[in-house]
């Protein structure tokens, strides 16, 4: 009867995760919807404080996963403040001082802005499947939507987080929630989309919101006014003299 019971018991596991697609699979999908070779943008970020909100307007010109270049047009206090990625570096413009500025190291983790979004989240542009690997764990509702439940777990040293839970849209292949976890395994931060777009043949966040989970407040609202994908960017927009300028 034993014997029994455990073939009954291994047989329905089988049947269950057999029903569940691949996560590495469901993960080069969403690469293939989520990521461009080039992407330009203007967006606004409103970071949610304690007491009150303040909103920052950026424009981002992005090239792969080794070049990035934004500048803040608002607030006039953080007007003009720049910043470029050129693979695993970072340099910010403060116009106030003139000065260049590089971030590196334990100051990657600090607060971009004020806002909930580091340094290092910023810097993370990469396609998911260099970074991790995926289980799918299951299925769930999330908002009103199907979802498929799938843990990452770091495949390279250097990922800001070890592990990632995230909660996939069934239909449209993007992530609506995810839970970043340190190495400890302590929760770090949570981000959910909260709206979404159809630009062309792939599905886009709009609005979305991100929370540390170590920092008070109510989050850092990310809000994508417009976006165009493969669209050429010159090579001098992705050089220091291009933050002065």
Not at 136 to 155: H, Q, R
Not at 209 to 221: Q, V
Request: net charge neutral; with cysteine; glycine share 4%.
């Amino acid at each position: 009867m034993r014997k029994l019971l455990i073939f009954i018991l291994i047989s329905f596991c089988t049947i269950v995760f057999a029903d569940l697609p691949d996560g590495n699979k469901l993960l080069k999908q969403i690469d293939e919807n989520m990521y461009a070779k080039n992407m330009i943008s203007t967006s606004l970020m409103i970071v949610h404080g304690r007491r009150s909100s303040r909103t920052m307007k950026l424009r981002s010109w992005t090239e792969g996963d080794d070049r990035s270049f934004s500048e803040y047009l608002a607030p006039p206090r953080d007007a003009g403040t720049k910043m470029l990625k050129l693979k695993d570096k970072l340099w910010i413009y403060n116009p106030s001082a003139d000065r260049i500025i590089q971030i590196s190291g334990h100051m990657l983790r600090q607060s971009m802005m004020g806002s909930d979004i580091s340094y290092e989240d910023m810097m993370e542009e990469n396609e998911l499947t260099e970074v991790y690997s995926a289980v799918t764990t299951g299925e769930e509702i999330f908002n009103d939507v199907n979802c498929w439940k799938l843990e990452l777990t770091a495949i390279v040293e250097d990922a800001p987080y070890n592990t990632k839970k995230v909660w996939i849209d069934k239909e449209k292949l993007i992530p609506l929630k995810e839970e970043r976890y340190g190495k400890s395994g302590k929760l770090l931060k949570t981000t959910e989309i909260l709206e979404v777009m159809k630009i062309e043949e792939r599905w886009y966040p709009k609005r979305m919101i991100f929370k540390d989970i170590l920092k008070k407040g109510k989050g850092t609202e990310f809000i994508i006014e417009n976006i165009q994908f493969d669209t050429e960017i010159p090579d001098s927009r992705f050089s220091k003299a291009a933050l002065r300028k």
